[in-house]
């Protein structure tokens, strides 16, 4: 029996949720369009939640709240304690102090500050696909060359990588900066330690610095284990920037929380320094609080619990869609989306990808069209909701849309 509520619907309409409120409108470009009449909308495209977060963030706010003051602050020391300990714990972290922790606001934040403390416009950076969209956005505004090493689903259909591919653009392009995803998103994988160590060689033989991006670490499902990128090797701790959120597993996507965890001094001085420069990159005085209530003995249950909720949500959805002639996806190892591929069925029906998009936004079905992860034929998927709306949703996709 679960301690926790996932199984409430929430209605988020009005309540500042993109999530919801965006369908039908423009706000990143990549919004599906309205259901019609007689269907509400099913949120599956946006990557956050639609549960509650825990309840020790919402204690530990409502007491910072509670004090009418509100001026400048310092990060204080429990903040740092609660970073430090949750990744010793969770994560195995080794050798992490204060000093190697720093606060971005914003995962992309921290993106676009090594991008631009490190390579110059025009430059190639590496990258797996399917891509998180964000990625390509960002590189795509900061006007570098994204180059893309395609990941390929093996006979047991886990996702891999192409060593081989890897090693050969990153020396014909001359590439010296890496965003590596882990877990990834949007297939779901979690990379074993035998994996990331093989990547991390590659990199080192073409001397790339490595953007970690593990924004998804605490949401792995069972049977697997998320490994730091920078606790894989001694090498590894200096060429990696790892950066962190509780947003993704505590639904804080909207209070902006970030940090870096950066080992290597000089790295460490680079980064910081251009996101002090820009005067932007400073704590909300509520995200610390939320941070230090997420990352207690409390939010650590309520994620585990999480975890179990997630990893029966995607195993039904990739079960459903096995039901789907001429559709495919592999079971998710962690996180929350689910990367779905329709290029036979819409072969076979004569039908094409948008065709598809539309049938099932047209029922309330709010996914994501794959090809803005640099992937053609597929849709994403989140099925961070209740078991009940994940069943709904793809009982309209079989009665309506795959068919």
Not at 172 to 190: A, D, M, W, Y
Not at 249 to 258: D, E, K, P, Q, Y
Not at 368 to 381: C, E, T, V
Request: proline share 4%.
């Amino acid at each position: 029996m679960m301690k926790y509520d996932f199984t409430s619907i929430i209605d988020r309409r009005g309540k500042d949720a993109v999530a919801v409120d965006a369908i039908g409108g423009f706000m990143w470009g990549v919004e599906p369009r309205r259901a019609k009449e007689g269907f509400d909308e099913i949120p599956m495209w946006v990557a956050d939640m639609n549960f509650a977060t825990a309840p020790s963030v919402t204690r530990a706010l409502t007491e910072r709240i509670s004090h009418p003051l509100y001026g400048y602050f310092a990060p204080s020391e429990e903040y740092y304690d609660r970073i430090i300990n949750w990744q010793v714990s969770r994560h195995g972290y080794r050798d992490l102090t204060k000093r190697e922790i720093g606060y971005e606001n914003g995962v992309h934040g921290g993106i676009i500050s090594t991008i631009n403390s490190l390579t110059e416009p025009g430059d190639p950076v590496f990258l797996h696909s399917p891509s998180y969209v964000g990625f390509l956005g960002d590189l795509k505004e900061t006007g570098r060359q994204a180059v893309l090493s395609p990941l390929k689903r093996d006979e047991n259909d886990v996702w891999r990588m192409d060593f081989e591919d890897m090693d050969r653009k990153l020396a014909e392009k001359q590439i010296h900066l890496v965003i590596f995803c882990s877990p990834h998103n949007p297939t779901g994988r979690v990379w074993e330690r035998w994996e990331i160590e093989r990547a991390m060689d590659i990199f080192k033989k073409h001397d790339c610095i490595v953007i970690s991006d593990e924004i998804w670490s605490d949401i792995v499902f069972s049977g697997h284990e998320h490994i730091p990128t920078a606790m894989v090797s001694e090498d590894a701790k200096n060429r990696t920037i790892g950066l962190y959120a509780p947003s993704k597993t505590f639904n804080l996507a909207g209070l902006i929380g970030s940090y870096h965890i950066i080992f290597n001094p000089i790295l460490r001085r680079k980064i910081t320094v251009h996101g002090n420069k820009t005067h932007y990159n400073d704590m909300n005085v509520l995200s610390m609080h939320a941070l230090i209530g997420a990352y207690s003995k409390d939010g650590a249950e309520w994620t585990d619990e999480l975890n179990l909720v997630l990893e029966g949500n995607c195993r039904h959805a990739v079960e459903q869609i096995d039901r789907f002639e001429g559709c495919s996806a592999a079971m998710p190892q962690g996180t929350y989306m689910v990367f779905m591929n329709v290029e036979e069925f819409c072969k076979k029906k004569g039908r094409t990808l948008d065709d598809v998009l539309k049938a099932g936004w047209d029922v309330g079905v709010a996914y994501q069209d794959g090809r803005k992860f640099a992937a053609d034929w597929s849709i994403r998927l989140n099925t961070a909701m209740p078991l009940d709306r994940v069943r709904e949703a793809f009982g309209r996709l079989e009665t309506y849309v795959f068919v």
